[in-house]
């Protein structure tokens, strides 16, 4: 499979916990981004990364979310102390080339539940 | 967050018949838009992009038209079939910006 590829698929946590999430983007493409979904709701931005550096950032992110894309491949997303909120799908996709004005692809998310 | 529209709206569609989703987006500024179809628990799917200056663009049974005046995006998809159902999400790029702004989202259900 050459998609974006998310992992763990689905995350049950407590609340209080951390979570990582991981992301590996389509082979080359330089283009990063986070998104969160709810039921019933379009994905939200979080966050963009060209290559390894973050260039934008929502203020949906608080300072409980971190990403990083160290090497500018794949990608980390991590929530510290989770709280109810939190729980949602979220989303990778990745794009090529330097113009934001392009296609970028999704992953099939990763599902998250805090109890 | 930013978004377009504040319900999910339903369109109910008999198999074989044209289907037309609407999206009104929100920012004048934005240059490039996208449909995404997304089936229930997977992530959305690239369907068809274009950018601020076409009005219209064809793909395999859909058509993207756009009208800037009135910031209005709408998808046509020819001949529907049951494995068309699915919500359906437009997503806009403001110029300036490196961020998608996605639509809450049309449920589309075709009828057999």
């Known amino acids: 499979d050459t998609g974006v590829s998310q992992d763990p698929r689905h995350k049950i946590t407590k609340r209080g916990q951390n979570v990582t999430f991981r992301c590996d983007p389509i082979?080359?493409?330089?283009?990063l981004y986070w998104y969160r979904q709810t039921l019933g709701q379009g994905p939200e931005f979080l966050t963009y990364f060209q290559n390894e550096a973050q260039l934008e950032k929502s203020r949906l992110l608080s300072d409980r979310f971190s990403a990083e894309r160290p090497k500018g491949s794949f990608s980390t997303l991590e929530i510290q102390r989770t709280e109810q909120g939190d729980s949602a799908m979220y989303l990778c996709?990745?794009?090529?080339?330097?113009?934001?004005?392009?296609?970028?692809?999704f992953g099939e998310g990763s599902w998250l539940t805090v109890v | 967050g930013e978004s377009v529209g504040l319900h999910l709206p339903t369109l109910s569609v008999q198999e074989g018949d044209n289907s037309i989703i609407n999206c009104a987006y929100s920012?004048?500024?934005?240059?490039?838009f996208i449909w995404y179809k997304q089936e229930s628990g997977k992530g959305p799917q690239f369907i068809i992009d274009i950018r601020s200056n076409m009005d219209k663009r064809q793909g395999q049974r859909v058509t993207v038209l756009l009208n800037k005046t009135v910031k209005h995006l709408s998808l046509q998809i020819a001949a529907t079939q049951p494995g068309d159902s699915a919500v359906y999400f437009c997503?806009?790029?403001?110029?300036?910006?490196?961020?998608?702004?996605f639509g809450t989202g049309t449920r589309l259900k075709v009828l057999a």
């Open positions: 920012n004048s500024a934005s240059d490039y």
């Open positions: 997503a806009e790029k403001p110029g300036g910006t490196y961020k998608y702004i």
């Open positions: 996709a990745s794009g090529e080339g330097r113009s934001p004005g392009n296609t970028i692809y």
């Open positions: 082979s080359e493409h330089n283009r």
